[in-house]
């Protein structure tokens, strides 16, 4: 395309990861708006670093969702599952009382898109269309839940062999879900050759407009258990507690040591006006009359020779 143009377009296959959090109009209805601002940048932050460890890249966020791209398909799976653990770990709350925590649903698609490039105030913006981005959507909105994830591949057929133990840090169960027109025939040959992964078929229809497409749904087991809330007391007042004694000295040993250090003297520590008003002003000589000051030396002019 010529360069004249703001738009740029090719094609690629990339991982587009969906997060959305779960009930957030609640969230804005019923807290303030900074608090909830507040939110959304500590939940951001948390996905930006997340994202990094696995070469991923924050496209944009829309209100409180985000959408990522990944190169690879197992690197936007590992983000999925380090993003929820660590929201499960380590929870956002929402509440004074500690009993709300932040909820989230995660779902990606990998497959070929359209990478388009805008040019915005002499910068290019990057973004993605195609089917495998609408595809993402419905598995992060219709498929995933609160405590794990779900994804599909687009124009590709992966065996569910290769899903299992891709993150051996983190312990998963996979299901399959089916949505076909027709869920009469959903026994498929990975079904038979691996038993243990459940399988499901549910209409097309309910991923409005996607088409048929086989989904796998991650649900997180074992987790360790959730950060306990610091407690608050009903009416708190500052109380103060003494420090060990070990502290103490250590914090009194540092006073001493710094007490000891000799400090160099100021140079005008010496010129103090008590020095100045005991000398006699008969005795205050002034500088040109110790040294008088020599003439100036004035060359004499040059003298034409005749």
Not at 16 to 43: A, C, G, P, R, Y
Not at 176 to 184: G, L, Q, T
Not at 194 to 219: F, M, P, R, W
Request: a positive charge.
């Amino acid at each position: 395309m010529s360069k004249d143009n703001k738009t740029r377009s090719k094609l690629v296959e990339r991982a587009i990861v969906f997060t959305d959090i779960e009930s957030s109009s609640e969230l804005w209805s019923s807290h303030d708006q900074t608090f909830v601002m507040h939110i959304l940048n500590k939940h951001n932050d948390i996905i930006r670093d997340i994202a990094k460890l696995f070469k991923g890249k924050l496209l944009k966020t829309s209100g409180d969702s985000c959408m990522l791209s990944f190169r690879q398909w197992k690197s936007a799976f590992r983000f999925c599952l380090h993003y929820q653990q660590c929201m499960e770990q380590m929870p956002i709350w929402i509440d004074e009382q500690f009993t709300k925590r932040l909820k989230v649903r995660v779902g990606f698609c990998y497959g070929q898109v359209t990478k388009q490039y805008h040019l915005i105030q002499n910068n290019w913006l990057v973004d993605y269309f195609g089917s495998a981005v609408n595809k993402a959507s419905r598995m992060e909105s219709k498929v995933s839940t609160t405590n794990g994830f779900a994804f599909c591949f687009h124009g590709n057929k992966k065996d569910p062999k290769h899903l299992e133990n891709l993150d051996p840090k983190i312990q998963y169960q996979i299901e399959m879900v089916h949505f076909r027109n027709d869920c009469s025939n959903q026994v498929t040959r990975s079904q038979k050759v691996l038993n243990t992964i459940q399988q499901h078929c549910h209409s097309a229809s309910d991923l409005k407009g996607v088409g048929e497409v086989t989904a796998y749904k991650v649900t997180l087991v074992n987790t360790p258990k959730v950060v306990e809330p610091p407690t608050l007391t009903p009416n708190p007042e500052i109380v103060y507690t003494e420090p060990p004694k070990d502290i103490i000295k250590d914090n009194i040993k540092k006073l001493k040591k710094l007490s000891r250090r000799k400090r160099s003297p100021s140079p005008l520590a010496k010129r103090t006006p008590s020095t100045f008003r005991q000398v006699d002003p008969e005795q205050r000589v002034s500088q040109s009359q110790k040294e008088p000051i020599p003439e100036r030396m004035v060359p004499e002019p040059k003298q034409k020779q005749k």
